[in-house]
Protein backbone atom coordinates (compact mmCIF):
# COMPACT_ATOMS: atom_id res chain seq x y z
CA UNK A 1 0.00 0.00 0.00
CA UNK A 2 2.74 2.62 0.52
CA UNK A 3 3.64 2.23 -3.44
CA UNK A 4 0.61 3.80 -4.73
CA UNK A 5 1.68 7.14 -3.32
CA UNK A 6 5.20 7.01 -5.63
CA UNK A 7 3.04 5.78 -8.86
CA UNK A 8 0.45 8.94 -8.97
CA UNK A 9 3.69 11.35 -8.75
CA UNK A 10 5.39 9.80 -11.39
CA UNK A 11 2.02 9.96 -13.66
CA UNK A 12 1.32 14.35 -12.63
CA UNK A 13 5.21 14.41 -13.13
CA UNK A 14 4.72 13.00 -17.04
CA UNK A 15 1.29 15.06 -17.49
CA UNK A 16 2.98 18.74 -16.71
CA UNK A 17 5.95 17.92 -18.73
CA UNK A 18 3.27 17.06 -21.48
CA UNK A 19 0.73 20.15 -20.54
CA UNK A 20 4.16 22.47 -20.91
CA UNK A 21 4.47 24.43 -24.01
CA UNK A 22 8.12 25.33 -23.74
CA UNK A 23 10.96 22.98 -25.11
CA UNK A 24 14.42 22.58 -24.78
CA UNK A 25 16.36 24.65 -27.52
CA UNK A 26 17.93 21.32 -29.28
CA UNK A 27 22.06 21.40 -28.93
CA UNK A 28 24.30 20.29 -31.17
CA UNK A 29 23.38 17.61 -33.44
CA UNK A 30 19.89 17.71 -32.34
CA UNK A 31 18.48 19.66 -34.67
CA UNK A 32 20.46 23.16 -35.00
CA UNK A 33 22.69 21.86 -37.32
CA UNK A 34 20.18 21.77 -40.18
CA UNK A 35 18.59 25.37 -39.21
CA UNK A 36 22.29 26.12 -40.54
CA UNK A 37 22.18 23.78 -43.42
CA UNK A 38 18.56 25.90 -44.59
CA UNK A 39 20.11 29.24 -44.31
CA UNK A 40 23.15 28.08 -45.93
CA UNK A 41 21.23 26.73 -48.82
CA UNK A 42 18.83 30.01 -48.60
CA UNK A 43 22.09 31.99 -49.14
CA UNK A 44 23.62 30.02 -51.77
CA UNK A 45 20.10 29.72 -53.71
CA UNK A 46 19.93 33.87 -53.21
CA UNK A 47 23.52 34.00 -54.53
CA UNK A 48 22.54 31.60 -57.83
CA UNK A 49 19.34 33.74 -58.83
CA UNK A 50 21.46 37.26 -58.10
CA UNK A 51 24.16 35.82 -60.33
CA UNK A 52 21.74 34.51 -63.41
CA UNK A 53 20.25 38.05 -62.88
CA UNK A 54 23.20 39.58 -63.99
CA UNK A 55 24.17 37.20 -66.73
CA UNK A 56 20.53 37.67 -68.05
CA UNK A 57 21.60 41.33 -67.65
CA UNK A 58 25.00 40.90 -69.70
CA UNK A 59 23.32 38.89 -72.40
CA UNK A 60 20.49 40.58 -72.99
CA UNK A 61 23.03 43.86 -73.43
CA UNK A 62 24.93 41.76 -75.25
CA UNK A 63 22.05 40.99 -77.63
CA UNK A 64 21.41 44.78 -77.98
CA UNK A 65 24.64 45.69 -78.80
CA UNK A 66 24.56 42.89 -81.82
CA UNK A 67 21.63 44.52 -83.07
CA UNK A 68 22.97 47.94 -82.77
CA UNK A 69 25.51 46.50 -85.08
CA UNK A 70 23.75 44.87 -87.56
CA UNK A 71 21.54 48.31 -87.67
CA UNK A 72 24.96 50.00 -88.68
CA UNK A 73 25.95 47.59 -91.16
CA UNK A 74 23.11 48.06 -92.96
CA UNK A 75 22.91 51.73 -92.50
CA UNK A 76 26.58 51.41 -94.03
CA UNK A 77 25.16 49.13 -96.71
CA UNK A 78 22.56 50.82 -97.78
CA UNK A 79 24.61 54.06 -97.42
CA UNK A 80 27.20 51.95 -99.94
CA UNK A 81 24.51 50.95 -102.14
CA UNK A 82 22.86 54.23 -102.74
CA UNK A 83 26.31 55.79 -103.42
CA UNK A 84 27.02 53.05 -105.59
CA UNK A 85 23.71 53.70 -107.89
CA UNK A 86 24.18 57.86 -107.79
CA UNK A 87 27.46 57.33 -109.39
CA UNK A 88 26.60 54.79 -111.76
CA UNK A 89 23.15 56.77 -112.28
CA UNK A 90 21.52 59.58 -113.44
CA UNK A 91 20.17 62.10 -110.94
CA UNK A 92 16.84 62.88 -112.95
CA UNK A 93 15.42 60.32 -114.26
CA UNK A 94 17.21 57.04 -113.25
CA UNK A 95 18.66 55.91 -115.99
CA UNK A 96 22.49 54.44 -116.48
CA UNK A 97 24.45 57.17 -117.05
CA UNK A 98 26.92 57.64 -119.71
CA UNK A 99 30.02 55.58 -117.58
CA UNK A 100 27.71 52.87 -116.23
CA UNK A 101 26.14 52.63 -120.14
CA UNK A 102 30.12 52.27 -121.57
CA UNK A 103 30.45 49.79 -118.60
CA UNK A 104 28.02 48.12 -119.87
CA UNK A 105 28.74 48.04 -123.49
CA UNK A 106 32.25 46.92 -122.65
CA UNK A 107 30.74 43.97 -120.83
CA UNK A 108 28.33 43.28 -123.78
CA UNK A 109 31.06 43.24 -126.65
CA UNK A 110 33.55 41.73 -124.23
CA UNK A 111 31.64 38.45 -124.21
CA UNK A 112 32.49 36.35 -127.46
CA UNK A 113 29.83 35.84 -130.24
CA UNK A 114 27.75 32.56 -131.38
CA UNK A 115 26.62 33.88 -134.66
CA UNK A 116 28.75 35.32 -137.21
CA UNK A 117 26.24 38.40 -137.94
CA UNK A 118 26.65 41.26 -135.31
CA UNK A 119 24.75 41.25 -132.06
CA UNK A 120 25.37 44.32 -130.76
CA UNK A 121 23.94 47.60 -131.65
CA UNK A 122 23.87 51.54 -130.27
CA UNK A 123 21.31 53.55 -131.23
CA UNK A 124 21.66 57.05 -130.39
CA UNK A 125 18.76 59.86 -129.76
CA UNK A 126 18.69 63.66 -129.52
CA UNK A 127 15.92 65.21 -128.87
CA UNK A 128 14.86 68.01 -131.81
CA UNK A 129 12.96 71.18 -130.29
CA UNK A 130 13.90 70.27 -126.88
CA UNK A 131 16.15 73.80 -126.20
CA UNK A 132 12.88 75.62 -127.32
CA UNK A 133 10.90 74.00 -125.18
CA UNK A 134 13.54 74.45 -121.85
CA UNK A 135 14.32 77.82 -123.14
CA UNK A 136 10.38 79.41 -122.73
CA UNK A 137 8.71 77.12 -120.37
CA UNK A 138 11.75 76.90 -117.58
CA UNK A 139 13.73 73.75 -117.07
CA UNK A 140 11.11 72.49 -114.37
CA UNK A 141 9.29 71.75 -117.91
CA UNK A 142 12.22 70.60 -119.47
CA UNK A 143 13.06 68.36 -116.19
CA UNK A 144 9.94 67.00 -116.50
CA UNK A 145 9.89 66.45 -120.20
CA UNK A 146 12.83 64.64 -120.20
CA UNK A 147 11.65 62.29 -117.56
CA UNK A 148 8.70 61.18 -119.51
CA UNK A 149 10.77 60.73 -122.17
CA UNK A 150 13.11 57.81 -120.28
CA UNK A 151 9.59 56.71 -119.43
CA UNK A 152 8.66 56.02 -123.09
CA UNK A 153 12.38 54.54 -123.89
CA UNK A 154 11.99 51.71 -121.49
CA UNK A 155 8.82 50.90 -122.41
CA UNK A 156 9.26 50.50 -125.81
CA UNK A 157 12.99 48.76 -125.45
CA UNK A 158 12.74 44.85 -124.75
CA UNK A 159 13.30 43.46 -121.28
CA UNK A 160 17.04 42.09 -122.15
CA UNK A 161 17.96 45.89 -123.66
CA UNK A 162 19.45 48.89 -122.04
CA UNK A 163 18.47 52.40 -122.21
CA UNK A 164 20.68 55.27 -120.75
CA UNK A 165 20.78 59.14 -120.61
CA UNK A 166 24.31 60.45 -122.08
CA UNK A 167 23.32 64.16 -120.53
CA UNK A 168 21.37 66.72 -121.61
CA UNK A 169 18.62 65.85 -124.35
CA UNK A 170 20.27 62.98 -125.48
CA UNK A 171 19.95 59.05 -124.96
CA UNK A 172 21.66 55.59 -126.13
CA UNK A 173 19.76 52.25 -126.00
CA UNK A 174 21.85 48.71 -125.71
CA UNK A 175 20.51 46.61 -128.06
CA UNK A 176 21.96 42.58 -128.15
CA UNK A 177 21.08 40.00 -130.20
CA UNK A 178 20.16 41.61 -132.63
CA UNK A 179 18.32 39.93 -135.85
CA UNK A 180 19.52 42.60 -139.04
CA UNK A 181 19.20 45.91 -140.36
CA UNK A 182 15.47 45.56 -141.04
CA UNK A 183 14.32 44.92 -137.31
CA UNK A 184 16.60 47.81 -136.11
CA UNK A 185 14.83 50.21 -138.30
CA UNK A 186 11.13 48.85 -137.00
CA UNK A 187 12.31 48.71 -133.73
CA UNK A 188 14.46 52.71 -134.13
CA UNK A 189 10.76 53.73 -135.56
CA UNK A 190 8.60 52.29 -132.44
CA UNK A 191 11.35 54.12 -130.24
CA UNK A 192 10.50 57.60 -132.87
CA UNK A 193 6.71 57.12 -132.38
CA UNK A 194 6.84 56.68 -128.47
CA UNK A 195 9.19 59.63 -128.07
CA UNK A 196 7.19 61.97 -130.33
CA UNK A 197 3.71 61.06 -129.12
CA UNK A 198 2.42 64.70 -127.54
CA UNK A 199 3.36 65.37 -123.90
CA UNK A 200 1.20 67.18 -121.05
CA UNK A 201 2.38 68.76 -118.74
CA UNK A 202 -0.57 70.12 -116.73
CA UNK A 203 -1.81 72.72 -118.98
CA UNK A 204 1.24 72.60 -121.19
CA UNK A 205 1.52 70.19 -124.62
CA UNK A 206 4.73 69.70 -125.87
CA UNK A 207 6.23 67.80 -128.86
CA UNK A 208 9.61 66.76 -129.43
CA UNK A 209 10.83 64.45 -132.03
CA UNK A 210 14.53 62.27 -131.79
CA UNK A 211 16.90 61.54 -134.33
CA UNK A 212 18.05 58.49 -134.21
CA UNK A 213 21.37 56.74 -135.39
CA UNK A 214 21.98 53.35 -135.27
CA UNK A 215 26.00 51.29 -135.21
CA UNK A 216 26.03 48.07 -134.93
CA UNK A 217 29.24 45.86 -133.78
CA UNK A 218 30.72 44.77 -137.49
CA UNK A 219 34.11 44.17 -136.13
CA UNK A 220 35.49 42.17 -132.87
CA UNK A 221 38.08 45.19 -132.26
CA UNK A 222 35.26 47.83 -131.58
CA UNK A 223 35.21 49.52 -128.57
CA UNK A 224 32.30 51.06 -126.65
CA UNK A 225 33.26 54.32 -127.65
CA UNK A 226 33.95 53.79 -131.02
CA UNK A 227 30.69 52.26 -131.22
CA UNK A 228 29.09 55.10 -129.35
CA UNK A 229 30.65 57.41 -131.80
CA UNK A 230 29.63 55.94 -134.76
CA UNK A 231 26.05 55.99 -133.30
CA UNK A 232 26.37 59.79 -132.52
CA UNK A 233 27.74 60.38 -136.22
CA UNK A 234 24.97 58.69 -137.25
CA UNK A 235 22.66 60.52 -135.57
CA UNK A 236 24.12 63.67 -136.45
CA UNK A 237 23.79 62.68 -140.04
CA UNK A 238 19.72 61.83 -139.53
CA UNK A 239 19.11 65.41 -137.56
CA UNK A 240 20.77 66.84 -140.71
CA UNK A 241 19.07 65.18 -143.64
CA UNK A 242 15.70 65.06 -141.12
CA UNK A 243 15.15 61.55 -141.77
CA UNK A 244 14.27 60.05 -138.55
CA UNK A 245 16.73 57.39 -138.63
CA UNK A 246 20.48 56.47 -140.09
CA UNK A 247 22.74 53.56 -140.12
CA UNK A 248 26.66 54.43 -139.48
CA UNK A 249 28.80 54.88 -142.77
CA UNK A 250 32.25 55.28 -142.27
CA UNK A 251 31.72 58.45 -144.26
CA UNK A 252 30.03 60.35 -141.64
CA UNK A 253 33.25 60.37 -139.28
CA UNK A 254 34.48 63.40 -140.49
CA UNK A 255 31.13 64.93 -140.01
CA UNK A 256 31.52 65.17 -136.44
CA UNK A 257 33.53 67.83 -136.07
CA UNK A 258 31.02 70.05 -137.41
CA UNK A 259 28.20 68.92 -135.69
CA UNK A 260 25.59 72.03 -135.22
CA UNK A 261 23.81 72.17 -131.57
CA UNK A 262 20.73 70.66 -131.25
Known amino acids: MRKAPRVISRQVKAGAEMASPWRPVPGPGEGGEDEHMLLQLREMLQQEQARRAQLEGEVAEAQRQMAALRAELSDSQDVERRSRHLALHDSLTALPNRGYFLQRLHEVLSQPSTTTVPSVAVLFLDLDGFKAINDAHGHAAGDQLLSI ?4 LMRTIRAQDMVGRLGGDEFACLLRDVPGCDQLTRLADKVFAAVSDPVRMGELLVRVHPS ?4 VSDAPDITPEML ?9 AAKRARSRVAFYDPELTPLLSGRDPA
Open 149 to 152: VAVR
Open 228 to 236: LSRADAAMY
Open 212 to 215: IGIA
